[in-house]
């Protein structure tokens, strides 16, 4: 129940905006160096948020950063608690696109800077606003000390009958027992597969306690479905086609056609290197990727026969993982089909189909199959509220892998 209350809550914050936002695209939040997409980083690390505005018109958008508990609610402690400096800037940093079809301004932001420098470990959220200070959308991200350390091993599931399809995770917190006097009831922690919160396991308590150590070695509790490894397509050179892209079409922008694909769910694993969802802007076609990068209407197309009660979606980073009318696959009845078309800036996209029921559950597995050899990372986040504490603190950071190949 805890771990759907939090699905639920995330997708609110996430999804709720969809509609007022189709002028805005490419939205990444991500820390400095390349190809690094973890928003869960150290306490005074530079993040960079960035995105395009296809109207054009350099508009006065601003951000705000705001604290929040453990399990993603508004934190009670006030913004001049956790921050040195203004909870809410402008964004100064902004630059039109240059010869491409489709316009667009490019806006970015780094934080900390001189304007703002946040003091507390914990959960975050950012919000950009408009000029009226309407909330055009968020994201998350996590701030940590290295005060424990937390060591992580993900297993094949000891589940007889799902041992081929779910991966455990299991894990060791040391602390300091000095400072944590009462740690079953002061830590709390979060298990996340590939960084994705939607599906966070939130709800477990130490099974031993040793000294100064927390151990938790579920074998049911802490198991995640595998999944599959994700679908990919690279149209840095816009105009041709590829392994993955069938063909190209010049209208009033590109059309980017992908081969159509199949559900994987009876088809065995397969490994390919894959970046867990992610995806990068890029172009080799020009210099600077942030503003020369043009964008495609990316046509995708599932073989299917219809699904009834249940929605296809396309899923991935795009569009953080959630669920628009935007990335909604419509049947086509005469080419017995799931097709969408959704406008993507020029770069190297992960992506995968997933099905969703009238109550908003997600299932990834459903149309991709679940497989144990899947590469996934896991990250486990201990937080520590103390006795009489008024918010929770990130005190470690523990990952781990498992080898495909195995």
Known sequence: MKKRTLYLLISLLTSTLAFSQSNIKSIQLKPLGKNNFSTIIPLGKTLTLSFDDLEANQKEYSYKIEHMTFDWKPSDISSNEYIEGFAQNSILEYENSFNTLQNYTHYKVQFPNSNIRITKSGNYLVRVLDENDTTVFTRRFTLYKNQSTVGVSVLRSRNTTMANQQQTVQFTVNYNSNTIRNPSQEIKVAVLQNNIWETAITNLTPQFFRNNQLVYKYYNKSDFWSGNEYLNFDNKQIRNSTIQISSVEKRDIYHTFLYTQEPRNNKPYTYFPDI??????????????????????????????????????????FNDFSLTQG????????????????????????????????????????????????????????????????????IGIGTGFINPKE
Do not use: C, W
């Open 276 to 317: 867990n969802g992610q995806f990068v802007i890029r172009t080799i076609e020009a210099n600077n990727s942030s503003t020369e990068s043009d964008y495609a209407m990316v046509h995708f197309s599932l073989t299917s026969e219809k699904i009834f009660e249940k929605e296809i979606y396309v899923y991935g980073a």
């Open 327 to 394: 990335n909604k696959m419509i049947y086509n009845s005469v080419s017995k089909k799931y097709e969408v078309a959704i406008l993507l800036k020029q770069g190297f996209y992960n992506y995968t189909f997933i099905t969703s029921d009238s109550d908003d559950r997600v299932n990834k597995h459903e149309l991709n199959g679940s497989f144990h050899q899947t590469e996934n990372k896991y990250t486990v986040l201990v937080y520590y509220k103390p006795f009489g504490g008024t918010y929770h603190q990130v």
